[in-house]
């Protein structure tokens, strides 16, 4: 296992550090790849004197050959949505490019690859749960379209290397996914709250704070991921959390747990935003024996310090 090499694309990233954390755990040598569009050296410092851990700053949409890895994690792209809105064509291009570089490293040193999807290819679903069979309903040319398209895309490239090369390719489909390392400003749901709470700001609600999301905490998203990593699934898989929240109920969580008095401000709804958002994780458990362990309150209890740091270095 030690001899192993995995490259993690997005290693400085929100997720993609936290996967690094686990592998290295594992006893793999890793190699970490990013461009730091969005991602954070500080993500990765305290790895600075792991001897099995390497980073390589690098664009992924460049073509690059690291050497021989026997597995590859893509989880290179800006994910949220004031990253991809405000980088919308390197959004498309590392989906597009990115995907098939990496997927023609995994061919060339027969490699496993497991590419990092989004629910977002669900869009605006008509279909609830969202189950993996369901095709979504996305605006093929709206302002979120630069991320879904972009992740869809990469599902037919992840498909087609399975398909025509024999890759041993994996596909997950990542649900709202929250946690130390979330970026403070990004834009999310957690990150907004939490930093809006301990602030005493506001927290701001878009539209009437009925829609729903469901949030899966970052060491059980990293737990599926790894697991359907190793498993024989070539299909797209749904990681999340199948609690449903409104975003109303989250930020009375949020509330509850900072014990800030911060009251709310509601604002207009984005175009696009989906009005539901629940992932049917019933192959991930049937195939992966896998299933979330921590809901929301113990997630935001555990994150409260570093959204707290956060305010504090911002300040």
């Known amino acids: 296992m030690g001899s192993q090499t995995i490259l993690v694309t997005g290693a400085a990233g929100f997720l993609g550090s936290h996967l690094c954390d686990v592998l290295l755990a594992e006893g793999y040598t890793v190699l970490g790849v990013d461009n ?3 991602g954070k050296m500080a993500n990765l410092e305290h790895l600075s004197t792991d001897s099995r851990f390497r980073f390589m700053e690098q664009d992924i949409c460049l073509g690059f050959d690291p050497g021989k890895v026997d597995y590859v994690f893509n989880l290179a792209s800006p994910a949220s949505p004031v990253d991809y809105t405000r980088l ?25 690859y497991l590419h990092a999807s989004t629910s977002e290819c669900y869009g605006d679903p008509e279909v609830h749960p969202q189950v993996e069979t369901y095709w979504g309903n996305v605006n093929p040319i709206g302002p979120r379209s630069v991320y879904d398209e972009a992740k869809r895309f990469s599902e037919a490239a992840v498909m087609a290397y399975h398909r025509y090369h024999g890759v041993n390719t994996h596909l997950v489909r990542i ?3 929250y946690g130390p390392r979330l970026q403070a400003n990004d834009g999310r749901v957690i990150s907004n709250f939490m930093i809006q709470a301990l602030r005493g700001e506001p927290l701001t609600i878009y539209g009437d704070g009925s829609q729903t999301r469901s949030f899966c905490y970052v060491s059980d998203l990293i737990d599926g991921i790894v697991r359907l990593s190793r498993s024989e699934e070539h299909l797209p898989v749904n990681i999340g959390n199948p609690t449903e929240w409104t975003i109303a109920e989250c930020a009375k969580e949020v509330l509850a747990v900072t ?17 539901r958002r629940r992932p049917d994780i019933t192959r991930a458990q049937t195939l992966l024996g896998w299933e979330p362990k921590i809901q ?14 956060s305010v504090s270095v911002t300040a």
Do not use: C, H, W
Request: glycine residues 12%; proline residues 3%; without cysteine.
């Open 175 to 177: 649900f709202n996914t």
């Open 296 to 309: 929301l309150r113990e997630g935001l209890e555990r994150s409260l310090e570093y959204f707290r740091l």
């Open 259 to 275: 014990g800030s008095r911060s009251e709310i401000a509601y604002k207009a709804l984005p175009q696009d935003d989906p009005t």
């Open 36 to 38: 730091l569009a969005t």
């Open 88 to 112: 919308g064509i390197e959004t498309l291009q590392v989906g597009s490019a990115g995907t098939l570089n990496t997927l023609e490293l995994a061919r060339k040193y027969g490699a496993g």
